[in-house]
């Protein structure tokens, strides 16, 4: 399931948006994201969890709501809070209790330690 965010993520790298840090967890995911200009958070949100439940219900063969209704979102001001929301990410998924069953990118890289998250 991962790997369909993951292609959706990368899918307007560069085009519609620049991508920070991200981690995709077994019911959500977290991204630090700067739209383009001429394009919306929202529009990418909607994107990513709209083809996302598609495909991964298609994929699960079953149907209906599969992320909540809302998102949350914090712009960032500061290389302070860059890094503050960075470390959040990197530091979720041990916070939830996984020791798998999770992935961490940064930009175009996935799979990578909490660590690289973290990194300047």
């Known amino acids: 399931m991962a ?6 993520f990368l899918g307007g790298l560069g085009k519609d948006y620049e991508l920070d840090a991200w981690v995709i967890m077994p019911n959500h995911f977290h991204v630090i994201v700067e739209p383009a200009e001429g394009t919306t958070l929202g529009a990418i949100v909607k994107r990513w969890k709209g083809a996302g439940a598609r495909r ?3 994929w699960l063969g079953q149907s209906g709501s599969l992320w909540q209704a809302e998102a949350f979102d914090h712009i960032v001001r500061s290389e302070r809070q860059l890094n503050h929301f960075r470390r ?3 530091e979720n998924p041990s916070k939830a209790g996984l020791g798998e069953g999770y992935v961490l990118g940064r930009c175009d890289r996935f799979g990578i330690a909490p ?4 990194e300047t």
């Open 3 to 8: 790997g369909i965010l993951i292609e959706l």
């Open 56 to 58: 991964i219900n298609q």
């Open 88 to 90: 959040y990410i990197a």
């Open 115 to 118: 660590e690289e998250v973290m």
